[in-house]
């Protein structure tokens, strides 16, 4: 029999083993890639599934989408790998060049006819793609990760000074201002401009701003938020379409349908590829907006709550990641990334399950889009450096023979200094 107060032998075995792994000095790195690497594969599946019936029906190919997602793809995760081995100082100097060369694409896609589609027609009233002969980029998607490095590293070189609200602010919010404005204003793509939006608020939150100027920031965000909807005779339609709960205010009726996939799916779902919603009641929306709704019929409730759990692994991987840094340009980078995946996830998730009125932005990682899935994966490979530059993760890197930048610098300055 035990002793008193011992514990039985092999009791929370697992849970000891679980903690010592978590507890490793790279086991974030190692999360990040296994979340987002399952996420990944969760959006080939349900790219391939979601877009073949539209695809067969309007293109004449079933695997259209699939072909080119598998393209975005082979592209996005080079660049992924590339960010991941990047120091501070080429990551800032990368959100730079991301803003500026946005905010140029921005005022292309508002002011000139490359904004406009082949055929004339608008993105469902959004003119938010830039489209150059067969290619076309949507800059607002990049410019939410320009924009966190932009302010991270500007965050990081004024951070003795950010108890002064003008050195707090400027040029932080402006950057923030000026691209909000091209997409919203110019491009009335009001879904991305609140995602744009939560960013800065995240990334002001997470610097310390004091209470009273956020909650200035906010209220005049709702103000401007409602406004773009009362003027809109569209966002109206769809608000009363969510309060009545019905389709009959002359909004699409692609939310009910959403709503009626996810409750077909029951516990386990009707099969993977099996979707009925995907035929018509979704229209184009299958592959991007409610491609939450295709996976909750096909895998029913048990693949909708793996995806939330994915999410939120994903969360709390990189708020965990952005607790353990010391330096303040990977804090902020890591927490307002994670911030931005969250949010966005969150988005897309409320409008298929009708909670929120529809806003028309992707689900990260599993909604069709080029530009979508590249500027995810360059965000993995964010959240990735600032993992590799946590100090245990650092030593780890470097005892393996695979030293991080700022490493290889300090051990060169400690052999020039014969030893000190």
């Not at 690497?37 to 391939?48: A, P, R």
């Not at 035929?279 to 299958?286: F, H, Q, T, V």
């Not at 029913?300 to 995806?307: A, H, N, P």
């Not at 995946?341 to 399950?353: D, G, H, P, R």
Request: hydrophobic fraction near 55%; glycine fraction near 12%; charged fraction near 10%.
């Amino acid at each position: 029999m035990a002793a008193s107060g011992e514990r039985p032998r092999g009791s929370g075995r697992g849970t000891d083993l679980f903690h010592e792994a978590l507890m490793r000095p790279a086991a974030d790195y190692y999360l990040v890639m296994s979340c987002a690497g399952l996420l990944v594969g969760l959006g080939v599946l349900m790219v391939l599934s979601s877009s073949s019936v539209y695809a067969a029906e309007n293109l004449g190919n079933a695997y259209y989408f699939f072909g080119r997602h598998m393209i975005y793809l082979a592209l996005g995760v080079p660049l992924a790998w590339w960010i991941s081995r990047r120091s501070e100082q080429t990551l800032s100097m990368v959100g730079w060049l991301l803003v500026i060369a946005m905010i140029l694409a921005e005022l292309l896609v508002v002011f000139t006819p490359l904004g406009e589609a082949a055929d004339g027609a608008s993105n469902k009233g959004n003119r938010n793609w830039l489209h150059m002969g067969p290619l076309s980029l949507q800059p607002s998607e990049f410019a939410k990760l320009g924009l966190i490095l932009w302010a991270a590293g500007i965050f990081a070189v004024k951070h003795k000074q950010l108890t002064r609200p003008a050195t707090l602010f400027i040029p932080a919010a402006l950057g923030f201002v000026a691209i909000i404005g091209l997409v919203v204003i110019g491009g009335h793509d009001l879904g991305t401009g609140v995602i744009l939006l939560a960013i800065m608020l995240a990334m002001f939150w997470f610097i310390g701003t004091p209470w009273y100027l956020l909650a200035a920031v906010i209220t005049a965000a709702v103000l401007l938020v409602a406004g773009m909807v009362v003027t809109s005779p569209g966002r109206v339609q769809r608000i009363q379409a969510l309060v009545s709960g019905s389709d009959t205010v002359g909004t699409s009726e692609q939310p009910l349908n959403a709503v009626y996939a996810l409750a077909t799916g029951g516990w386990w779902g009707v099969g993977l590829g099996r979707s009925r919603a995907k035929w018509g009641g979704l229209y184009d929306g299958a592959l991007n907006d409610y491609v939450f709704a295709v996976l909750g019929e096909e895998l029913g409730l048990f693949g909708t709550i793996v995806v939330i759990g994915l999410f939120l692994g994903l969360g709390l991987i990189g708020m965990r990641i952005a607790a353990r840094s010391t330096r303040v340009f990977w804090r902020m980078s890591a927490a307002s990334v994670t911030a931005w995946l969250l949010i966005q996830a969150i988005c897309n998730i409320a409008v298929a399950m009708r909670m929120i009125p529809v806003m028309g932005v992707p689900l990260p990682f599993i909604s069709y889009g080029g530009s979508s899935l590249i500027a995810n994966l360059m965000a993995v490979g964010v959240l990735l450096a600032a993992a590799r530059h946590e100090p245990e993760a650092m030593a780890a890197f470097a005892r393996r023979g695979t030293p991080t930048r700022e490493r290889t610098v300090r051990v060169t300055s400690v052999v020039d200094g014969k030893g000190r």
